[in-house]
């Protein structure tokens, strides 16, 4: 069955940048496309970017342009994230979520979340 | 950006009702090559990810319980919910996927009367 598993809670300080990956089974990674989402708790859901496992492209919200970088690791089926710069805006829980299709498509598998906090 | 308008903030309801939940697109989500709608409908519980329940605006994801019915077209699209249950008191979100960036409702909190 397809899973997406994202890692742990992260606590760090103002100004510094954290990785968080999504592994995923249960599918062709390698052909497939994931998009990360932002939710601040007790707010709606904004969409930060996608990228196509397939060959690293990458397509972003002009929001989180120079906040977010997506990269993938298809030997092993992970897609990550980084955020840089980090301020206490950025506290939020974060998702991955597998989206059907050939792109511009609906997404249908989501990792359980992680939790960042910046705070010092 | 495609402005997802969705109403109402919060419904109360008791069990058995039926409930309808309203998005309102900025843009139309149709995409001409296909005839679809790309308008999705997630179910959230607290402490949990979304939950597809329906895309393509009406067509409903295998295993979702048949009282969850999604309908619309041009701009306006409407999440109905029949014969409420117990379990169904979560936040509801709509989600355009037609163009970058992809868009959510500002959400619906079904709540307990």
């Known amino acids: 069955q397809v899973k997406l598993q994202q890692s742990g809670a992260e606590l760090v300080k103002p100004g510094a940048s954290v990785k968080l990956s999504c592994k995923t089974s249960?599918?062709?990674?390698?052909?497939?496309?994931m998009s990360w989402f932002k939710q601040i708790p007790g707010q709606s859901i904004e969409w930060i970017g996608m990228?196509?496992?397939?060959?690293?492209?990458?397509g972003y919200n002009q929001k989180f342009k120079g906040k977010a970088t997506l990269t993938v690791d298809t030997s092993s089926s992970t897609a990550y994230m980084d955020l840089s710069s980090l301020t206490t805006e950025d506290s939020a829980v974060y998702f991955c979520?597998?989206?059907?299709?050939?792109?511009?498509?609906?997404?249908?598998?989501w990792g359980q979340g992680v939790m960042v906090t910046v705070s010092s | 950006d495609i402005v997802m308008t969705q109403s109402p903030f919060s419904l109360a309801v008791s069990e058995g009702e039926m409930v309808t939940i309203n998005c309102k697109s900025s843009?139309?989500?149709?995409?001409?090559?296909?005839?679809?709608?790309?308008l999705a409908w997630y179910q959230q519980k607290p402490g949990q990810s979304p939950k597809l329940l329906i895309y393509?605006?009406?067509t409903r994801r295998s295993g979702v319980p048949d009282r969850f019915i999604g309908s619309g077209s041009g701009t306006d699209f409407t999440l109905t919910i029949s014969d409420v249950q117990a379990e169904d008191l979560a936040d509801y979100y709509c989600?355009?996927?037609?163009?970058?960036?992809?868009?959510f409702g500002a959400g619906t909190k079904l709540e307990l009367k």
């Open positions: 990228i196509y496992a397939g060959d690293g492209g990458t």
């Open positions: 393509y605006a009406s």
């Open positions: 989600l355009q996927h037609y163009s970058y960036p992809y868009t």
């Open positions: 979520a597998r989206e059907v299709g050939d792109g511009y498509d609906y997404f249908d598998y």
């Open positions: 249960g599918y062709t990674f390698s052909t497939s496309y």
């Open positions: 843009q139309s989500p149709l995409s001409s090559g296909n005839q679809k709608n790309y």
